[in-house]
């Protein structure tokens, strides 16, 4: 799986080839991957060895490397489809409203009318060009409506649901 990573407003294609090997904007490079706990790694890469720290942000991750604070915005391969059909789920959060971020078949829904949900809670699976992706809740909130069933084919855009 394909990757773009941002880091000082520089984007680059990041594809992991194998254990001790990376392709960055199509050049290999030997690098290796160590974890050492939950959020600590060694990161070896072309014969250097980084100390790493990473803390998840909703935005993609804050690495300190060898003690200096990094941003990383991380986008995986269904995340850069999404920006490219113009879905990111960040636009349409503010309104409550959930909507289709592609074409596709509502698999499972996985909240009912009335139920409390966290942001990042999954709401839903659709199902586009045989990837299964799962709706996550862009907020905390309740849910108001559900504006669609299971097996149901939806457009991109379509009023899934809606949070209040």
Do not use: C, W
């Not at 290796?32 to 790493?52: A, P």
Request: hydrophobic share 40%; proline share 2%.
């Amino acid at each position: 799986m394909k990757y773009q990573a941002a880091i000082h407003q520089s984007a680059f294609e990041v594809e992991p080839l194998s254990t001790d090997a990376v392709s960055i904007n199509g050049a290999k490079k030997e690098s290796r991957l160590v974890q050492l706990s939950e959020r600590f790694y060694h990161f070896i890469y072309e014969g250097k060895v980084f100390r790493v720290e990473s803390v998840k942000t909703d935005d993609g991750f804050n690495f300190k490397i060898n003690g200096e604070l990094v941003s990383v915005e991380v986008k995986d391969e269904l995340q850069l489809m999404l920006d490219k059909m113009g879905g990111s789920a960040k636009k349409k959060a503010a309104s409550g409203d959930i909507k289709a971020p592609m074409p596709g078949l509502v698999v499972k829904l996985s909240v009912s009318v009335g139920e409390s949900v966290k942001k990042g809670q999954g709401l839903l699976i659709l199902e586009a060009m045989k990837m299964q992706n799962e709706i996550k809740s862009p907020t905390d909130g309740v849910v108001k409506e559900i504006k669609v069933s299971e097996k149901q084919a939806v457009e991109k855009n379509h009023l899934l649901m809606k949070l209040e």
